[in-house]
């Protein structure tokens, strides 16, 4: 309640040192709120997006626009599934149409507009993870939720 008040000017601070170191904090948590930014759904992919396929494989492929939006919700969807071991929220998934990057750029990515299939099954989602070495689980977890960072302009 007291920085509310602060905020909209009702009630200043005890002294002016702590009224400047306030206005710096302010400014830092502002500065950092903007430096995670939503992903650009529309803009091409400049980074891939990790999962598990249906043959059991990790993949690495690009999406945008609907399908980026897509695979976002499946990220999420399976961190609440490993972490709850409850893999209802995974089956909206199984029979969704989703297609790789299909625009230009990308000249090394060879599987442009092809359909994809991620795994929905919680216990082969489990059984792949409890397959992987501690290295190769952390990769795929550092690589899977990566959050990607606006650009300093």
Do not use: C
Not at 87 to 103: P, Q
Request: charged share 30%; glycine share 6%; aromatic share 10%.
């Amino acid at each position: 309640m007291l920085a509310a008040e602060r905020k909209a000017g009702l009630r200043g601070y005890e002294t002016a040192a702590s009224e400047e170191q306030a206005a710096k904090q302010i400014k830092t948590k502002a500065a950092h709120r903007e430096q995670l930014s939503q992903p650009h759904y529309g803009k091409a992919p400049t980074n891939a997006i990790v999962y598990q396929n249906t043959n059991g494989d990790i993949a690495h492929d690009y999406f945008w626009k609907k399908n980026l939006a897509t695979m976002h919700q499946y990220r999420d969807a399976y961190d609440q599934a490993i972490h709850t071991g409850d893999g209802t929220k995974l089956r909206k998934f199984k029979d969704r149409i989703i297609i790789t990057y299909d625009g230009p750029g990308l000249s090394n990515y060879h599987n442009k507009g092809a359909r994809v299939y991620p795994e929905t099954n919680l216990k082969k989602l489990q059984t792949k993870r409890a397959g992987m070495t501690d290295r190769e689980r952390a990769r795929f977890d550092a690589d899977r939720n990566y959050r990607h960072l606006q650009a300093a302009a």
